[in-house]
């Protein structure tokens, strides 16, 4: 076993799963692989499987909520001092997973994420989803007192101090913004270094439409209830 973990949470990645599970193992070969199939309707723990990937399947669609907990959970039983979340559909670079690993096991954070935002010109996104992303910054910057420019990447490595936290509380539904707002007020450090975005590799993205809008209310009201709960907490 390796001393680190790639947690691909996938739903309905037969297409991408392949080529990604290929293409973190020549990027980062000194690390396992575990795809948490989060019941999907198609191949994709056959896919994951076929390409030399260990596979969790939840026995329904449970949201990425839980299937990244699902392999928290995993990382924290099997003892790994490393875990590096990257998403099923291809879009985060294998390249920067050696770079997040190495981060957290030099001690430079407990949680480095990987930005879109950090080198100028790159990352392109839609007015909704970009208006969104502002509003996280602007909000987890006030909370947290330093600025978190991608509050939404999906693309993020924990040392063993946040594994074992994550896995016991991870929120549910959407939970990138929310982690950092729940890892923030526990005393985690977050760090994030500059990482570059691809097109899906297969697939159909879970938030089109007028779903941005519903999933940033969604958000935020989840951020001010764990706000609200850790102030209740350090006063009792």
């Not at 839980?66 to 998403?87: I, N, P, S």
């Not at 330093?146 to 929120?171: C, E, Q, V, W």
């Not at 982690?179 to 500059?194: D, M, N, Q, R, T």
């Amino acid at each position: 076993m390796n001393e680190a973990l790639v947690i691909i949470p996938a739903y309905n990645e037969e297409a991408a799963l392949p080529g990604l599970i290929s293409e973190v193992r020549a990027e980062a070969p000194d690390h396992d692989i575990l795809v948490v199939n989060d019941g999907s309707d198609d191949k994709t723990e056959e896919a994951a499987l076929k390409s030399g990937a260990k596979v969790m399947s939840l026995p329904f669609n449970c949201g990425i909520g839980a299937a990244v907990q699902t392999g928290f959970k995993y990382a924290e039983r099997m003892g790994y001092k490393a875990a590096v979340q990257v998403d099923g559909d291809g879009q985060h670079d294998p390249c920067s997973i050696a770079r997040l690993t190495r981060s957290v096991l030099n001690g430079e954070a407990d949680v480095v994420i990987g930005s879109r935002f950090l080198e100028k010109g790159g990352y392109k996104s839609t007015f909704a989803r970009m208006f969104g992303i502002r509003i996280f910054r602007a909000i987890n910057s006030l909370i947290l007192g330093k600025t978190i420019t991608d509050n939404t990447s999906g693309f993020r490595a924990y040392n063993r101090k946040a594994i074992g936290f994550l896995s016991m509380y991870y929120p549910d539904d959407y939970p990138e913004p929310e982690a950092v707002i729940l890892l923030g007020i526990h005393g985690f450090s977050i760090k994030e270094v500059p990482v570059a975005m691809r097109p899906r590799m297969g697939g159909v993205s879970s938030i089109t439409g007028s779903q941005p809008l519903y999933y940033m209310t969604k958000v935020l009201l989840a951020t001010f209830m764990n706000i609200l709960r850790a102030f209740l907490e350090r006063r009792g």
